[in-house]
């Protein structure tokens, strides 16, 4: 059984920071290109951050230089350090993992998420 799971939000004021942590079993993690996404109340779900199997990494432009994305091959775990955080980061944060087969079969996973609140 494949399972996700994110721990490290709370609530916290604005310029603190956070590090979310996902947890993954169940799957070959090294091979699965994982990701960040969030969703605030009212809006679309959007990708926060991604990094590849092969450590390469993506920001949206709202968090480009604030937070970073990370990988532990050995713990089968993803991070996202989220610093100088805004009210506007508030959101559930979700982990995704996602395995494109070379024959086109997409594998896609995602966590139960972890809420984030930014006090302003």
């Known amino acids: 059984q494949v399972q996700l799971v994110e721990s490290g939000g709370g609530l916290v004021q604005a310029g603190a920071s956070l590090q979310l942590s996902c947890g993954t079993s169940?799957?070959?993690?090294?091979?699965?290109?994982m990701a960040w996404y969030r969703q605030a109340s009212g809006k679309q779900r959007e990708l926060v951050a991604g990094?590849?199997?092969?450590?390469?990494?993506n920001y949206a432009d709202s968090v480009k230089g604030r937070f970073t994305i990370s990988r532990d091959n050995a713990k089968n775990t993803v991070y996202l350090q989220m610093n100088s955080l805004k009210s506007e980061d508030t959101a559930v944060y979700s982990c995704?993992?996602?395995?494109?087969?070379?024959?086109?079969?997409?594998?896609?996973?995602w966590g139960q998420g972890t809420q984030v609140t930014v006090s302003s």
């Open positions: 169940g799957i070959i993690f090294r091979n699965f290109a």
């Open positions: 995704n993992a996602r395995y494109e087969r070379d024959w086109g079969r997409i594998l896609d996973y």
């Open positions: 990094i590849t199997s092969g450590g390469s990494t």
